[in-house]
Nanobody
Framework: QVQLVESGGGLVQAGGSLRLSCAVS????????MGWFRQAPGKEREFVAR????????FYADSVKGRFAISRDNAKDTVYLQMNSLKPEDTAVYYC?????????????????WGQGTQVTVSS
């Protein structure tokens, strides 16, 4: 089992920044990748970013490329999502997720463990 706990969400004005954290615990040794997804009201959950655990390689959704950065701290078993130049359309509940299989980074089915989510609200 893997447990994920997100933190760092909140209310921010457009153009501002937030950093989300995801603390990972449990049987983390078989982690292939960690991802961030988000879900806005009335919309489907969408992929945001992924980091491969072995080499730190990253992949981003086009909508956040150049504004968001995913990183990891292996010593702390924590994954971060630095969000800059936030827009109102970034408003959503953000979830971190753990994948143990090699698969397309945007495929939510590849992620077997999910956190409870943290709300990010960007005001205009």
């Amino acid at each position: 089992q893997v447990q994920l706990v997100e933190s760092g969400g909140g209310l921010v004005q457009a153009g501002g920044s937030l950093r989300l954290s995801c603390a990972v615990s449990g049987r983390t040794f078989s982690t292939y990748a960690m991802g961030w997804f988000r879900q806005a009201p009335g919309k489907e959950r969408e992929f945001v970013a992924r980091i491969r655990w072995s080499d730190g390689s990253t992949f981003y959704a086009d909508s956040v490329k150049g504004r968001f950065a995913i990183s990891r701290d292996n010593a702390k078993d924590t994954v971060y999502l630095q969000m800059n130049s936030l827009k109102p359309e970034d408003t959503a509940v953000y979830y971190c997720a753990n994948s143990r299989v090699a698969a397309a980074p945007t495929n939510a089915l590849a992620y077997g463990y999910w956190g409870q989510g943290t709300q990010v609200t960007v005001s205009s």
